[in-house]
């Protein structure tokens, strides 16, 4: 994805919360609905102005990589920075991260229902497994040693709420 | 692909799961328990908390429970769910727990009913509950600084009656006690005044000692440690009668308007208790109510007691609801413009 | 005088002495885990001091929160989780420090910094309380506007690289922290008529979800691992030298701290922010600032101990809280049947003392335990990254749950993880967006406490001298970040 087109998005993103706050915002009284609707009009105004900014970048980086092509020079040097703050160095496991992503979603949704007990060591042993982190019976240890633990630290030593679900 | 299958499964078991307890929820609503309340309670009785640990709920609670512990050989505990002045947890308390008197709740007055007459996004009501107990009423006074040129409630008066709406009166926040305390006392005298919401009875007392406001209407338990110490000066309270606490301070009522007033806190169950579960809880509070250790724990914080029990509190909670009802019908339209 | 010592007397009992021990171990772990904050400890605490004498329970509860304002930040440095607000600006340098493979280290100077903030704290609690307590009354809303506007101004210093990104940051967060009931009118604001948002977005949620959700995503999205291991034999404290050269920077944050803390409603979570943003204003490396540099991290850690003191002391001798943990504080002391108020000084002198002793040797117990808590705690970097990143997840989805009793609020927590990670991707700095929520609403409410009481006069605000001052220190901080101050400045230099 271009940076342009990722601004694109954040910005659209922005906008579109913007408006739905400011239409939500007409119903206040006067008084309620001074402050935000001042503070999305600077927001509109901050999201449009982000774009511009990553359009102005993304064309002082193309000279810049037109340059270096032109006088065939390696003056990575003076580029470094810039790049550095566009794109991360190491290659992002998209894939990695969207399949945690929803291992965290679906242990969250379905902790009320499911509980504690039952989701906690199934969510960590999936993940080290998934992510390769452990052999398996590291995997299966860790699992159920933490739930166990924080377990009893949550609950026992501190009598902290916590999600048991409705089998307990 | 280890992960596909599990989350596969999951996707069957789940509406499946969901569905058999659904069946099981619908079950319990009648049945032959009328023996199993005899022996009432057999287990421990869960107290949910609509505000923080440490606030004025838990207060309540922490003064009453070892009490109640004793008197019905169980153990009370407690579960917070603070959020919404109290409407997350009154909300669960009528919707979603059993009424079979083992989950109570500690219920703030006017709260309970100002929360959802003011804001129509809450689905409880009054009828949802039955009412068990009111323990105790801390009744609304009105303080001003300590310097203050009004010596006495009339001076207060007079001075509004010569410059209407010229005193800037603080108050614990829009849809709260004090604020219900200040409406009812603008309707009964016909004076007007400039109502400084506050986030809490702290602020609005503070507001009034650093000079930032004229007065506040405020509740005796909080400030009597600062009317005693000075740093305040109390001119009326909103009591039937005169507080020990206070003999000096005269009530709002002797001065000749009628406004009684004040934030109570007591106990309450989801609606439909069996009648011996509801007579025993009864029975725990007219015991407790007679204890001479508790009572002074109370007088020891400054909290006035006020036991009503089963049918007076629950004609309690509706008249001040009709009241509350009434008074904010005349007054929405500033606020909701 | 007299009370002063038998203050002293009652708190050098052993009994007195094991429970603060035993708060401040417990104060510290509580701390240091996501989403239970030092609010919580206390409250969560609280009933296991019933059963003992009122004196020692409090004397218990004052360690913990010294404690839990300490070991808030130790995860924050070490994997860049903040377990409380105040957290969140120690771990700007603090993980960086950790990611150079200098752990122990930051850890050291966040426990020296705190201990010292802590001591300041304590003494200024001990010696000019009476004093001090009046300051909190002459606070009102034009004061508070006046400081959450110079609080806003932090998040232009924030805004290293883009400065646009920085402010849209900061806005939103400005904007989230408005959602809930508006104290003013009553209205629910974009609650979308749902009830779980009147109270508004809890910040302690929206931060974890904001560091600890990307974190842990950050963790497996690449092979390599993120944190140098620090070496075993890693120095943890400062050595002398580096010690005095951080004086000045402690010293101001500890006052900024106690200050902090006098004023009803702002707490360690504004102090930490207030200091680091002066810290850098008065240093002359103002650009290592967020790469891992010692005074960033020393100021915040002194300023949100050196709260702790100056919480307490309107807590003590007015009766008013000088932040939601003393406030917890008080309604504890009520139901140990002691009514807090100016009469606790003279009426229940004992218990006052005990407490203002206990405050001050709990620092002590604070730096022997938190040694060897931090010694434990460095293990952490030899956690490989993918074993870490679910049990952070795990940690924050139940410190989450714990805060509310609600897994609404861990829902939104997900929601601000997603938003967190996605902003790290676009590279807008989450920071000025934590500054954002803390003081939105205390921004809103001020401001119009302000102008009801004038009557809609916006002179108000330069009727109190002190607001003033706090509103010209503000002007001055957004000039400096423009291009015109540094012109002035070499003009005048010439």
Known sequence: MTVVLKHSIASALVLAMCGIFFIESLSYPVTAARLPQILIVILALLAVLMLVESVVRQRKQNKLDEKTEDSGLVSKVQSTKEINEIEKKEPIKIKRVLIFGTMIALYIFLLETLGYFILTPLFTFGALMYLKATNIMMAIILAVGFTVVIYFLFSMLLNVPIPLGIFF | MKINAKKLSLTVFLPSLVLGLAACGGNNESGGEAKADENYPTKPISVIQGFDPGGGSDQLAQLTQPYLNEILDTTFTNEYVPGAAGAIAWTRLAQKTENDGYTLSITNSPMLMTNYIINEEFTYNLDDFDPIANVVTDPGIIVVASDSELETYEDFVKYLEENPGGLNVANSGVGGDDFFTQLKWMRETGLDMELIPYSGDGPSWQAVAGGEVEASFNNLGVVYSQVQAGNLKALAVFSEERMELLPDVPTVKELGHDVISGSARGYSAPKGLSEEVKQKLYDAFEQLKEDPEFVEGLEKVALPMDVKIGDEYAQFLKEDEELSREIWEDVKDEYEE | ?494
């Open chain 3, 1 to 494: 005088m007299e009370d002063l010592l038998v203050g002293l007397g009652n708190v050098l009992s052993f009994s007195n002495l094991f429970f603060i021990a035993v708060g401040m171990t417990l104060g510290i772990f509580i701390g240091s885990m996501p989403g239970l904050s030092a609010t919580m400890a206390i409250a969560i605490l609280l009933p296991l001091t019933y059963g003992m004498d009122p004196a020692t329970g409090i004397s218990m509860l004052a360690a913990l929160y010294m404690g839990a304002m300490y070991g808030g930040s130790i995860l924050a440095i070490l994997i860049n989780t903040p377990g409380t607000p105040a957290a969140a600006a120690s771990g700007l340098d603090g993980y960086k420090m950790t990611e150079k493979g200098q752990a122990g280290k930051a850890l050291g100077i966040s426990l020296v910094s705190s201990v010292v903030g802590g001591l300041i704290g304590a003494i200024v609690l001990l010696t000019i309380a009476p004093l001090l307590g009046e300051v909190a009354l002459k606070i009102g809303a034009v004061e508070l506007f006046a400081i959450a506007v110079l609080g806003i101004t932090i998040i232009s210093s924030l805004s290293a690289g883009s400065v646009v990104k920085g402010l849209l940051s900061g806005t939103l967060g400005l904007l989230i922290s408005l959602i809930g009931m508006d104290l003013i009118t009553g209205t629910p604001r974009f609650t979308f008529g749902n009830i779980y948002l009147f109270d508004g977005i809890s910040f302690v949620v929206a931060l974890i979800g904001l560091f600890s959700v990307p974190q842990a995503l950050r963790l497996i999205e690449t092979d390599k691992e993120a944190v140098e291991v620090s070496k075993i034999k890693d120095k943890i404290l400062p050595s002398w030298k580096e010690f005095v050269s951080l004086r000045m920077t402690l010293l101001r944050s500890s006052v900024i701290g106690v200050f902090t803390g006098l004023i009803p409603g702002t707490g360690g979570d504004t102090a930490s922010w207030f200091s680091y943003n002066e810290a850098k204003r008065f240093s002359k490396e103002k650009e290592k600032f967020g790469t891992g540099h010692a005074e960033g991290l020393a100021a915040p850690e002194s300023a949100n101990n050196a709260v702790v003191g100056g919480a307490l002391v309107p807590t003590i001798t007015l009766g008013i809280p000088g932040s939601s943990t003393t406030a917890v504080l008080l309604g504890g002391l009520m139901i140990h049947g002691i009514m807090p108020g100016p009469t606790l000084m003279t009426e229940h002198a004992g218990v006052a003392y005990t407490l203002l002793w206990a405050v001050f040797f709990s620092c002590f117990f604070l730096f022997a335990l938190g040694l060897l808590y931090t010694k434990v705690a460095v293990g952490v970097t030899k956690v490989p990254s993918k074993v870490l990143a679910p049990i952070i997840i795990l940690l924050c989805v139940i410190g989450t749950f714990a805060v509310h009793n609600s897994m609404v609020d861990v829902m939104i927590m997900l929601g601000f993880g997603i938003l967190g990670y996605l902003m790290d991707k676009l590279n807008i700095p989450v920071s000025p967006m934590v500054v954002g929520l803390i003081l939105g609403a205390m921004l809103d409410t001020s401001l119009h406490t302000s102008l009801k009481i004038s009557g809609g006069d916006w002179m108000v605000f330069l009727s109190s001298p002190v607001a003033v001052i706090l509103l010209i220190v503000a002007l001055i901080t957004v000039l400096q970040s423009t291009p015109f101050f540094g012109k002035l400045k070499s003009l005048v230099a010439k």
